[in-house]
């Protein structure tokens, strides 16, 4: 069966600093990998995803992720944090082939950006 | 082209009671999911549709039910509403096409159950 695990339920970071928020799935097939960004009271945004194409995948706003089978992780990074990058942060697995619209997501990690 | 659209957007209801929500999808979409997410458990999968058909359904409950239009609009049922069922449902479409397979978030709805 497939899971997210996503360490750190919440991370703070300065405005300026980097950004990473980590990410594990669990899956018996290629999966394909998807970061979302909701803000508070809105949906979820696509950031990026990972459909096995190149393992370093460069999404909106600045952030990207890489694709690492050997550590089963899809971490997201952004050099320098904004203050508008403060929301909370999914990380999905999906299996594709006809198991596309079914996502698993993981906990969620909040983001906060300290001036 | 517009966004995924859902109604209501606020919606409180009785224990007991069932109610109906509402999801467009993007123009040209053909599948369409249905998530809750709660404080508690998170981002849950409820089901899916595609070309009208269920095709793949999560854990939940048979009071949670759905179906999908043939202009791809999709409709979720809750019955016999309990507390628990209180959360944010959130309906994705996508086009479906391999190797893609991205979903496009509605800004969901909000069920409260007194």
């Known amino acids: 069966a497939q899971s997210v695990t996503q360490l750190g339920s919440h991370v703070s970071v300065s405005e300026g600093a980097l950004v990473l928020l980590r990410c594990n799935y669990s899956s018996s097939v290629p999966p394909y990998l998807f970061w979302y960004v909701q803000y508070p009271n809105q949906g979820l945004q696509l950031l990026l995803k990972y459909t096995s194409a190149a393992t370093l995948v460069k999404g909106i706003n600045g952030f990207e992720a890489e694709f690492k089978k050997s550590e089963t992780s899809f971490h997201l990074t952004k050099p320098s944090a904004h203050m508008s990058d403060a929301a909370e942060y999914f990380c999905?697995?999906?299996?594709?082939?006809?198991?596309?619209?079914?996502?698993?997501f993981g906990q969620g990690t909040e983001l906060s950006v300290k001036p | 082209k517009a966004g995924v659209t859902q109604t209501p957007r606020y919606l409180i209801k009785t224990r007991g009671q069932q109610v109906t929500l509402s999801c467009s999808p993007i123009?040209?979409?053909?599948?369409v999911s249905w998530y809750q997410q709660t404080p508690g458990q998170g981002l849950q999968f409820l089901f899916e549709?595609?070309?009208?058909?269920?095709?793949n359904k999560g854990n939940f409950p048979g009071r949670f039910s759905g179906r999908q239009f043939s202009n791809s609009r999709s409709e979720m049922n809750v019955s016999t509403l309990e507390l628990g069922d209180s959360a944010l449902y959130l309906c994705?479409?996508?086009?479906?096409?391999?190797?893609?397979?991205?979903?496009?978030f509605g800004p969901g709805t909000r069920l409260t159950v007194t």
């Open positions: 999905a697995v999906s299996e594709g082939r006809g198991q596309g619209g079914k996502l698993i």
């Open positions: 123009s040209g979409h053909r599948s």
């Open positions: 549709y595609f070309s009208e058909t269920q095709r």
């Open positions: 994705a479409s996508s086009l479906d096409i391999p190797k893609v397979y991205e979903q496009y």
